[in-house]
């Protein structure tokens, strides 16, 4: 069966760090990823999506960066954090002609 | 524009009690719709999907939703809640014909309180 991995659960980084979450498909080859990002607990804003290696699109120019160095692996990065950045990051995976999408059990990212 | 609201930022319902929460959408064509639960500090569980066909679609946890075409609605029911339904319910479309994009647009959520 398939399973998604993010990690870590939790993070605090001062501002100015760099940051790196990591998000790993098992069970299933050539997924969908997307990186998203929950703020205050509700609505969800999606960052980056990649239909494939080295193939990111950005929904919304910010702070942040993706990449996809292998096929299941697709991992959130920023050079310099602002405090604007905290928030909770979820990873997601779906089929390429799937329909629903299954996310990781997220990232809750404090910068302070 | 492709939009999705869910009108209730929350919804309370005693144990026991049957439960609804709201969606409507604007998507051209026949959309795919979605619904997904969050615990508290936990990534978001799918719940159902509406692809075609009968519009009473049964999901997990007892959960159903029926999808309404005319009205463009999207509700989520089930008929008898319990405490530990209480969570975050995000309802989400996708239109099938937008190209290889294809994302799913998301509702805001809705913070579902089942009281004992």
């Known amino acids: 069966s398939q399973t998604i991995h993010q990690w870590p659960a939790t993070l605090v980084q001062p501002v100015g760090s760099p940051l790196s979450l990591e998000c790993t498909v098992e069970?299933?080859?050539?997924?969908?990823l997307y990186w998203y990002r929950q703020a205050a607990g509700r609505g969800l804003q999606l960052l980056f999506y990649?239909?494939?290696?080295?193939?990111i699109s950005s929904e919304v120019p910010q702070n942040l960066s993706a990449s996809r160095p292998q096929d299941r692996q697709f991992i959130l990065s920023s050079k310099k954090l602002l405090l604007s950045d905290s928030g909770f990051y979820l990873c997601?995976?779906?089929?390429?002609?799937?329909?629903?999408?299954?996310f990781g059990q997220g990232t809750r990212l404090t910068v302070v | 524009a492709q939009s999705v609201a869910q009108p209730e930022d929350q919804v309370n319902v005693a144990e026991g009690n049957p439960l609804t929460v709201k969606c409507t959408y604007s998507?051209?064509?026949?959309?795919?719709l979605f619904w997904y639960v969050q615990y508290p500090n936990r990534g978001l569980q799918f719940l159902l999907k509406?692809?075609?066909?009968d519009n009473l679609v049964k999901g997990s946890y007892g959960f159903e939703a029926e999808f309404n075409k005319s009205q463009t609605s999207f509700h989520l029911k089930k008929p008898s809640a319990l405490v530990s339904d209480s969570a975050l319910y995000f309802c989400?479309?996708?239109?099938?014909?937008?190209?290889?994009?294809?994302?799913?647009?998301w509702g805001l959520g809705t913070s579902l309180a089942v009281n004992p």
């Open positions: 997601a995976w779906k089929t390429g002609g799937g329909t629903e999408a299954f």
């Open positions: 509406y692809i075609t066909g």
């Open positions: 990649s239909v494939g290696i080295g193939q």
């Open positions: 989400a479309v996708r239109d099938p014909n937008a190209g290889n994009n294809r994302k799913l647009i």
């Open positions: 069970g299933t080859s050539n997924p969908n």
């Open positions: 998507v051209s064509g026949n959309p795919y």
